[in-house]
């Protein structure tokens, strides 16, 4: 049997290698490596995808999320709304432009953040006034390739006058009802990083909004605050461009990404049949359809498990072991051991599997036999 991979993109690469090669081979033909023609057409591809108006690449999934909050003008003194179990980008750049991430505990079931809990930390934070902070946004993630539940979020965003980004960078592809991730709230970002659904060769990320306003802002944002050309500065702004040479790849692996989602949701299908009663699966709600970034559940025999797939070579990882609120980075907002009990319990007993497009029916069931051997 042929070694599991985790993220097997060198099988992807034996199939549309010579079309990516075609793909760079022209780039370096017409040397346009900065904002060249194959990013625009990637933003079209990319906003017909989703249905959204306006696609604004960028150079990474946390620019993206840096760009987005910089468009809505988020600074010092504001409060932002976001998941503890995440990656620390999420709340890192909320932090880099001086406003204070404020963590919302995650939903048991589906690992995002709990809209109940949102308007209660909501509320409790416009009753204290000691805090000195003013309510401004709120960011969801999109954890594992899952949706969060926007219909609610973009409800109480609403009530309380919030601004809410949709954190997808795990979530390209995805579903919730009718709507596609990257097209649930007044902005969403993603990210191409190789490991991702949708990923380049390199770093990369986007920002989708059907705002025309906030798309002017986020393109001047894209080039140092760029007003009618690049030497007149109308605001602040970083270097964020895509790489044409990641923006022509992205381009071959989007012909393929539908085929890729649906062989996902086969294996997610397979996996959740033969695991059945062992494990606590991430909740999928009805109507919706994950991206499957990654295939998560959560067992109290973790250890156990690992030891068995460790033991015949079977690649696993913890997303994510140590929740936001605990990481030495924001110490400063002074959070301590218990104040999100579900997210912790969580990381506590988190763990995913491999779920590639590439698995093969033999290796499926050698994932799912070795498994099921850890609870005999």
């Known amino acids: 049997m042929k070694t599991i991979e985790f993220v097997d993109l060198k099988t992807q690469a034996s199939l549309i290698g010579d079309d990516i090669k075609s793909s760079i081979d022209r780039v370096i033909s017409h040397g346009k490596f900065i904002m060249g023609p194959e990013v625009y057409e990637l933003e079209e591809k990319l906003s017909e995808f989703v249905n959204a108006k306006h696609v604004t690449t ?113 979530s390209l592809g995805a579903k919730a009802g009718n709507k596609m991730a990257c097209n649930l709230t007044n902005a969403s970002t993603t990210s191409f990083f190789p490991a991702k659904p949708l990923g380049c060769y390199g770093d990369g990320g986007a920002i989708f909004t059907n705002d025309n306003r906030l798309n002017e802002k986020l393109i001047s944002i894209r080039v140092h605050g760029k007003g009618q050309h690049k030497y007149d500065n109308v605001r602040l702004g970083i270097n964020g461009r895509m790489d044409t040479l990641q923006a022509a790849i992205l381009l071959q692996k989007m012909i393929i990404f539908k085929d890729e989602l649906k062989k996902k949701e086969r294996i997610a299908r397979q996996y959740r049949e033969r695991l059945n009663g062992l494990v606590q699966f991430q909740k999928i709600p009805d109507t919706f359809i994950s991206a499957w970034a990654q295939f998560s559940f959560v067992s109290k025999n973790r250890s156990k498990i690992m030891k068995k797939l460790e033991t015949n070579k079977i690649p696993h990882a913890i997303y994510y072991p140590k929740p936001l609120h605990l990481q030495e980075a924001f110490s400063i907002l002074k959070y301590k051991k218990g104040d999100f009990p579900v997210a912790e319990k969580v990381a506590d007993t988190i763990l995913s599997i491999p779920i590639h497009p590439y698995l093969s029916e033999e290796q499926i069931e050698f994932i799912t036999k070795t498994m099921v051997s850890a609870f005999n």
Not at 115 to 144: A, H, M, Q, W, Y
């Open 58 to 170: 960028c150079s990474s999934g946390t620019d993206a999320l840096l760009m987005a909050l910089m468009a809505f003008g988020i600074g010092p003194g504001d409060a932002v709304f976001t998941s503890p179990f995440t990656f620390i980008a999420t709340a890192e750049v909320i932090s880099l432009l001086g406003a204070v991430p404020v963590f919302v505990d995650i939903n048991s079931d589906t690992f995002n953040i709990d809209p109940l809990k949102l308007e209660r930390v909501i509320e409790e934070l416009n009753k204290d006034n000691r805090s000195g902070l003013t309510p401004k946004c709120v960011i969801p993630v999109d954890i594992f390739g899952l949706p969060a539940d926007y219909e609610t979020i973009n409800k109480i965003a609403k009530k309380y006058n919030l601004s809410v980004i949709e954190d997808a960078a795990q």
